[in-house]
């Protein structure tokens, strides 16, 4: 049977708008009359008027020949022909509502423009009017891969004769002859339905409820019975069979009936304790934990001051050099007293006895250490002077060994005296410990202060890191000096 034929085996009626060039017209003829179909010179009451979307003779046709009373006769572009033959079928005009093209929307979500252009070819050669802007028309499709049209579904979902559709609709809608908006289902609110009954609480609920009370807060001027979680825990207990019948109520309920009912419940619980006397904090009581694992004690290591202050350093040798560096070839003699000298039994037998290695961190010790003086209290115990470790009463200049300067005087330096056991004082000829030596070394090479690079040196401990550090310094130092001199000649 023939695309354009209808039940009856008439041919169905075409009339071509008269502006349309006439190559095209001639080609639409041909295809229509090969099918079975039939062109008008009029339009017909009942058939299809071809037109060119978008000109002013297809506004005109509209304007003149849409009619309630011929539903039946529609406006289609002219490219409706080829549509059909492709399809081989006469598309439907579904998208129609008494003799008006439903108006749609595409939405930008949609942003192929082939996948536009062939959706809205489709819209038109079944009725519908693709033109529409989104405020006046009835269904916006759209990308529903996208999060846009969750939130058109939700904007519109209130406002009737608006359907928000996927753009695979439109297709659906052709292949099944018909048009078919997307249903909405029901969604329960939530909540009891009008008439229906709730579940009633029993004896045997409140029984189990005081059991459960019971058990996790025995004693009520703990707190907590009318908490959520006690309840929340109770509910949670559905998991094991011997809870079954907690699925009867939700926590809520099982919470308000206790909250309302405190006063009965509270007489059955404590019939319940006084039978099993459960004793405070035993396990399995709400709001009792498990204690913390104690964290063992840590051991903080002291150093020895007898290795913090070398007796080089005690005994400041460095201070007889000038502030130039310049020892002028001489050695600062110094004169100990024989009780100054101490044995070397003597001095690590009173370093172990009065510098112990370790000692055990007490408590709470390490969040006192490093208090601050406020206002007019006392400073804290590690501001205070440390009394003498050795218990001796001397002054500490006393313990200083006498330093004698002679660099002033190169040539009045005395002869070194013997000592001889037995005299009062023993005089002791102490040449540069060889760390000073060095320090005085790269003082003099480098042309700085014995004070500048010795306090580099304590800082870092490595001599050979001292020497390079200076090194540079006077390099620097040099070239700076030598662009001066360059500005200076220029001018």
Request: proline residues 7%; hydrophobic residues 30%; contains cysteine.
């Amino acid at each position: 049977m023939p695309i354009f034929q209808d039940e009856n085996s008439l041919a169905v009626k075409f009339f071509i708008q008269k502006d349309i060039p006439q190559e095209i017209q001639a080609e639409l003829c041909e295809t229509i009359t090969s099918l079975g179909g039939r062109v008008e010179s009029k339009v017909p009451r009942q058939g299809y008027i071809l037109v060119q979307p978008g000109t002013a003779e297809e506004e005109r046709l509209r304007l003149c020949w849409t009619s309630p009373d011929r539903p039946e006769r529609h406006f289609v572009p002219y490219t409706y022909v080829e549509a059909c033959k492709i399809a081989g079928m006469l598309l439907k005009q579904i998208f129609v509502e008494n003799g008006i093209p439903i108006k749609m929307h595409i939405h930008p979500s949609i942003a192929n423009v082939n996948a536009r252009a062939a959706l809205s070819q489709r819209i038109m050669h079944s009725g519908g009017d693709p033109t529409a802007s989104p405020q006046s028309a009835r269904v916006l499709l759209a990308d529903p891969n996208t999060e846009v049209f969750q939130h058109l579904v939700k904007s519109y979902q209130g406002v009737p004769d608006k359907y928000i559709e996927s753009y695979l609709w439109v297709k659906k809608c052709v292949e099944k002859g018909a048009l078919v908006y997307t249903p909405l289902v029901y969604k329960n609110p939530g909540g009891r339905r009008p008439g229906e009954e709730r579940t009633q609480f029993t004896e045997e609920d409140e029984e189990r409820l005081c059991q459960w009370i019971a058990t996790k807060i025995p004693y009520k001027e703990t707190g907590g019975r009318t908490g959520n979680r006690l309840y929340q825990q109770l509910c949670e207990m559905t998991v094991d069979p011997e809870y079954a019948w907690v699925t009867r109520h939700t926590w809520q309920s099982w919470r308000e009936r206790y909250k309302k009912n405190s006063v009965r419940l509270d007489k059955m619980i404590a019939t319940i304790v006084d039978q099993k006397k459960p004793a405070h904090g035993e396990k399995g009581q709400y709001g009792y934990v498990r204690k913390a694992e104690e964290k063992p004690k840590r051991v903080r290591k002291k150093r020895d001051k007898a290795t913090e202050e070398p007796f080089h350093s005690e005994e400041q040798i460095i201070a007889g050099i000038n502030i130039n560096g310049n020892m002028n070839g001489a050695l600062p003699i110094v004169i100990l007293t024989p009780d100054q000298i101490p044995s070397r039994s003597q001095a690590s037998t009173s370093a172990i006895s009065a510098h112990p290695d370790e000692e055990e961190m007490e408590d709470g010790e390490e969040s006192e250490e490093w208090q601050v003086r406020i206002g007019d209290q006392p400073p804290p115990p590690w501001g205070k002077r440390k009394a003498s470790e050795d218990g001796d009463s001397e002054p500490h200049a006393a313990k200083k060994a006498r330093l004698i300067d002679l660099s002033s005087h190169p040539d009045s330096y005395p002869p070194p005296i013997p000592f001889v056991p037995g005299n009062e004082q023993a005089v002791v000829q102490v040449s540069l410990h060889c760390i000073d030596q060095a320090i005085c070394d790269i003082a003099n090479e480098y042309r700085f202060t014995v004070q500048e690079v010795k306090e580099f040196y304590d800082k870092c401990g490595e001599m050979e890191r001292t020497r390079t550090r200076f090194h540079k310094m006077r390099e620097l130092l040099s070239s700076i000096e030598g662009g001066v001199g360059d500005n200076t000649n220029g001018l």
